[in-house]
Nanobody, 124 residues
């Protein structure tokens, strides 16, 4: 399985971005997808995930109310992370990952496949 996260860029504080996670060889319609981020000098941090079983969504406290994870109902191989109200502390490389066991875990160890990250920079 090959995943790719894209859509990052430079945005001003308070702005919005939508990240996409796409798979080249499989549908993401019935698998759990997690979003993580890693800021310079920091450990990888769980951001959000969407379950395979019922589409439930989960968020880290730091992004709750600002970020939304969703599936593309038309493009079955794409999952989005809509980010709004961005803050400087959201600056990081963002990764998407696939969890074949649908554990909806916040631990990176529970994810089986990872995509290359996309850099999000929040700065004025």
């Amino acid at each position: 399985v090959q995943l790719q996260a894209f859509g990052g860029g430079l945005v001003q504080p308070g702005g919005s971005l939508r990240l996409s996670c796409a798979a080249s060889t499989t549908s993401l319609d019935n698998v759990a997808i997690g979003w993580f981020r890693q800021a310079p000098g920091k450990e990888r941090e769980w951001v959000s995930c969407i379950s395979a079983s019922d589409g439930s969504t989960y968020y880290a406290d730091s992004v709750k109310g600002r970020f939304t994870v969703s599936r593309d109902n038309a493009e079955k191989n794409t999952v989005y992370l809509q980010m709004s109200g961005l803050k400087s502390e959201d600056t990081a490389v963002y990764y998407c990952a696939l969890d074949t066991a649908d554990l909806v875990s916040s631990s990176p160890r529970e994810y089986d496949y990872w995509g290359q990250g996309t850099l999000v920079t929040v700065s004025s």
